[in-house]
């Protein structure tokens, strides 16, 4: 059965302090996602890396970074996390087309719920 | 920059009923996928589709590329069908730019 695990389902942490969020996918898949979700705001794309060491900003990666040293493993860093960080973290993982464009079937974790006091 | 409409934002039905969500976006694509998301977070990748149509189970999703827009259909609606739909379309940003999100459907069946 194919799998993307994310490491924490639920994290509380306080403002300022360092966030690492690591996800893992079983499936050999090139690219890799991070999301965040918000009511009303649906799911945007924070970054994302379709090979090893390949890493590309999203829409919204200011106070983020990433980290792709292993093809199963990327991992979403927030340097000094901040109130308005607190949110559902989703990573994703497909297939890369010739294209490079997200046209496989993707595959989901089971989220992040991250709160930031 | 894609954009993508989902209508309704919320749809309340009885068991049994026929449902329909629809979803439109402004630029040319690859690919259009439809997810399904229950309460407690987890997504799962229900269709991807880049013409005509595909079934699965009691699901039907269909695609119109000239009219750049999708359907997704649910026939024999059940509770255990609650949940929120959510459309994405890939491949209009020429490289490797992810998908773009619609912003969901809440879709709730009373027995």
């Known amino acids: 059965d194919v799998k993307v695990t994310q490491s924490s389902r639920y994290l509380v942490k306080r403002t300022g302090e360092k966030v690492f969020l690591e996800c893992v996918q079983d499936?050999?898949?090139?690219?890799m996602f991070w999301y965040r979700q918000d009511p009303g705001l649906g799911l945007r794309l924070i970054y994302f890396?379709?090979?090893?060491?390949?890493?590309e900003k999203g829409d919204i990666p200011e106070g983020y970074s990433v980290s792709r040293e292993k093809k199963e493993r990327f991992s979403l860093i927030l340097e000094s996390a901040s109130t308005n960080q607190t949110s559902m973290y989703l990573c994703?993982?497909?297939?890369?087309?010739?294209?490079?464009?997200?046209?496989?079937?993707?595959?989901f974790g089971e989220g992040s719920r991250l709160t930031v006091l | 920059k894609n954009e993508v409409e989902q209508s309704p934002q919320n749809l309340t039905a009885q068991e049994g009923e026929f449902i329909t969500i629809n979803c439109s976006y402004s630029v040319g694509i690859s690919a259009l996928h439809w997810l399904q998301q229950h309460p407690g977070g987890g997504i799962v990748s229900l269709f991807m589709?880049?013409?005509g149509k595909k079934k699965h189970g009691r699901l039907i999703a269909t695609i119109n590329i000239q009219e750049k827009h999708s359907s997704l259909h649910i026939t024999a609606s059940h509770p255990r069908d609650s949940a929120v739909y959510i459309c994405?379309?890939?491949?209009?940003?020429?490289?490797?730019?992810?998908?773009?999100f619609g912003k969901g459907t809440h879709l709730i069946i009373q027995p």
């Open positions: 890396s379709y090979d090893v060491k390949m890493k």
């Open positions: 994405a379309v890939g491949g209009s940003g020429g490289g490797a730019d992810g998908l773009t």
């Open positions: 589709l880049s013409s």
């Open positions: 994703a993982s497909s297939l890369l087309d010739r294209g490079f464009s997200v046209t496989g079937e993707l595959f």
């Open positions: 499936m050999d898949h090139e690219n």
